[in-house]
């Protein structure tokens, strides 16, 4: 099953049938929603409002670990994740896509992990985003007719505030193509949970080191939204008969094993406690398998 976290905009997709809200209880708290599912040209998709409908959480306020959670037990194979994130470069105008490869972590007040004392874990996040997926959205991006660019570095701030100039151009001078505040630990908790991650940054506006960011208006910024959620649901409805394509093959990153030797805590240390809210994420290693939403 193909998930989409992003925001209420992408799940009106023409065609989408079958659709029902459904609530995932999680060992790790409330989701940001309810999960839309549905069925586009036969094919299952899960859609997960990361803010929550309304927009009511803001990015500090996301339980991302119940969201990769309550998706895993949903079924959820491959996620993909949208967000809207500001430009660092001058060749990445808004209404740009960008198939991300790459993150700086810069978010400091977030459970970024399912493990800790009694189960720790660590996970490689070399190359913290699925290049299988990203193959199929740059194609479906391509057939789509979206402007975008496949690969950039995504700086992750911890927000709610938009950064200072001094902090933008510090981001610059690190090579970093993007900048929003949503996407970790996002990807960080979908390679715990072993799920195939990709990221699709759909620039809105320049960051404030653009000699021309004081003169964008809230109207041009919206507009750029509006137009970023029609190209966001072409990409989506083009992606997912190719994802669903790809599913069930052996991810050749080994997303689907990422935990395979990432377990340090010996078996007979394990707190049992930890052990059993780890059903659906780590279930495949410890031998539970979680139970039916």
């Known amino acids: 099953m193909l998930a989409v976290i992003g925001g209420s905009g992408v799940y009106a997709i023409d065609g989408l049938a079958h659709t029902r809200w459904v609530k995932v209880d999680s060992p790790f708290g409330e989701p940001s929603d309810e999960i839309l599912l549905g069925e586009l040209a036969g094919q299952p998709l899960a859609f997960l409002p990361r803010h929550g409908r309304g927009h009511r959480l803001p990015p500090s306020a996301i339980n991302f670990r119940a969201n990769i ?7 959820a194979t491959q996620v993909l994740s949208v967000s809207a994130v500001g430009s660092l470069r001058e060749d990445l105008p808004p209404g740009t896509f960008v198939i991300v490869d790459q993150f700086i972590d810069r978010t400091y007040a977030r459970e970024k992990s399912f493990f800790g004392t009694g189960l720790v874990a660590h996970v490689s996040l070399a190359h913290p985003v699925c290049s299988r997926l990203g193959d199929a959205l740059t194609v479906a991006a391509t057939e789509a007719g979206i402007r975008h660019v496949r690969g950039g570095t995504y700086l992750v701030m911890e927000g709610p505030q938009f950064s200072s100039k001094a902090e933008s151009e ?5 090579n970093c193509d993007v900048i929003g505040m949503t996407n970790m630990p996002e990807a960080k ?7 195939c991650y ?3 940054a759909m620039v809105t506006d320049f960051d404030c080191w653009h000699p ?3 003169h964008v208006s809230v109207e041009m910024i919206v507009r750029t939204l509006h137009a970023n959620a029609d190209h966001a649901r072409n990409l989506v409805r083009q992606v997912a008969p190719r994802v669903a394509r790809i599913e ?3 991810c050749p990153q080994g997303c689907q094993h990422a935990l395979e030797y990432a377990l340090i805590t010996s078996p007979d240390a394990r707190d049992p406690v930890l052990c059993a809210r780890l059903d659906a994420v780590a279930g495949r290693v410890l031998g539970r398998r979680a139970a039916a939403p």
């Open 69 to 75: 959670d309550a998706l895993k037990r949903l079924g």
């Open 170 to 174: 510090l981001y610059r001078s690190w």
């Open 189 to 195: 908790l979908a390679r715990e949970a072993e799920l």
């Open 198 to 200: 990709a990221t699709v």
């Open 212 to 214: 021309d960011h004081d």
């Open 248 to 250: 069930g093959g052996a």
